[in-house]
């Protein structure tokens, strides 16, 4: 269930309601106080799991397995938290049987029909993960590869939408969650899984996003801003739920593990380009875009590069990768199983093209054309 606007220090210790959890937390938020304030109000919890990193790896997550089970998990913090607080619940489930959490995976093995998780409070502290309504969770090999947890039965049981808690957020962390829910929403669109649902909510979601995003840039303690976006995020994140991601997520993962990309700048920056080539595949379908962009579907791509360009996601990007970069990334470039997503058929050569193009179009990403570089580069 998700609990809009609400005070999380009020709405968790309701929910918990006396029983025993476990509050699962990052170093930042431990830091700034997260940890004695939901214990104060709420009761201590039996254990705190207070040192979760960014991009949280398999390795970290089975150290969980030591951590002591109880009727609950709480999970504060941005999408990292929450993907780590869903392995640790899974791990519970499976009592810590480490290998069979491994082979769900690296090698898709389904997790067994009694599996019974604890439940799981989500209360998200960035706009755009979605991972508060969403059943999987992206867990890191430590061979930077990415894995996802996929089980309906690790939906949270309940999502707490408190839009205080993503006041003053720096920009970049603003920038890259607003753009990760709106490359979620248009995913869901371009989507061999799509529903007539699923459109829907992409279209409420990419419409606020539109709206709400730049006011989040420019005011970080616009209460109404980050509310907007909190949920459009989750919005956007029911619109995934449906359909999973696709082609702009499947190029983005490289990016994230070998440069450090920020995950929303990396599955986000090749958006014109990956709507540009869907497009031409069905037009028709792009129906659900154009009206949340308020423009004609002729003009998605335009529309988007120029909104692009306003909030400066070439300086963004161009922080992390150069053309160079994409050069040497031979044509690994697309996870499979997201692709496979996709409105349009799509092989590793086409998808490096529209990274390339993409970073190229991208104005102050210092890369140039794509060809231009890539004559420079050889
Ligand atoms: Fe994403």
């Not at 029909?113 to 309504?133: A, K, Q, W």
């Not at 697309?334 to 496979?340: D, L, P, S, V």
Request: proline share 6%; glycine share 10%; aromatic share 6%.
């Amino acid at each position: 269930m998700v609990h809009l606007d609400r005070d999380y220090l009020e709405a968790v210790p309701a929910l918990i309601g006396g029983r025993e959890w476990v509050l699962v937390t990052s170093t930042g938020w431990a830091s700034r106080g997260a940890i004695k304030a939901i214990t104060g109000a709420a009761g201590a919890p039996v254990a705190v799991v207070g040192d979760v990193p960014e991009n949280p790896t398999i390795s970290y997550v089975e150290k969980l397995t030591s951590v002591k089970p109880a009727d609950l998990v709480v999970a504060l913090g941005g999408g990292s938290v929450m993907d780590a607080a869903k392995g640790l619940t899974a791990l519970q489930a499976l009592g810590g049987d480490i290998p069979r959490f491994e082979a769900h995976l690296r090698d898709g093995e389904p997790l067994p029909e009694n599996l019974r998780p604890p439940p799981l409070i989500c209360v998200p502290t960035t706009s755009g993960t979605g991972s508060e309504v969403t059943r999987w969770a992206t867990i890191w090999g430590d061979e930077k590869v990415k894995f996802s947890l996929t089980d309906p039965r690790l939906y949270p049981s309940d999502a707490v939408l408190d839009p205080s808690l993503c006041l003053s957020k720096p920009r970049e962390l603003t920038l890259s969650g607003g753009l990760d829910a709106l490359s979620h929403a248009m995913e869901a669109v371009w989507n061999n899984n799509h529903t007539p649902e699923s459109d829907r909510l992409a279209t409420t979601a990419i419409g606020s996003i539109r709206r709400h995003l730049s006011a989040a840039l420019e005011r970080p303690d616009d209460i109404e801003a980050r509310r907007e976006m909190q949920v459009a995020a989750t919005i956007a994140g029911f619109a995934m739920g449906t359909t999973q991601t696709a082609l702009a997520h499947s190029i983005s993962y490289p990016f994230t593990a070998l440069f450090g990309m920020p995950h929303g700048l990396a599955c986000s920056f090749t958006l014109p380009a990956v709507a540009e080539y869907n497009m031409a595949e069905d037009e028709s379908r792009f129906g659900a875009i154009a009206e949340g962009l308020g423009c004609e579907i002729a003009d998605i791509p335009a529309v988007l590069s120029a909104w692009f360009d306003e909030m400066k996601l070439g300086t963004a990007v161009g922080h992390y990768i150069s053309a160079a970069d994409i050069d040497g990334l031979g044509e690994n470039l697309i996870t499979r199983a997201r692709a496979a997503n996709n409105l349009r058929a799509v092989d590793g050569a086409t998808a490096k093209d529209i990274a390339k193009r993409s970073l190229g179009d991208l104005s102050g990403s210092g890369a140039g054309s794509g060809a231009e570089t890539a004559k420079a580069a050889s």
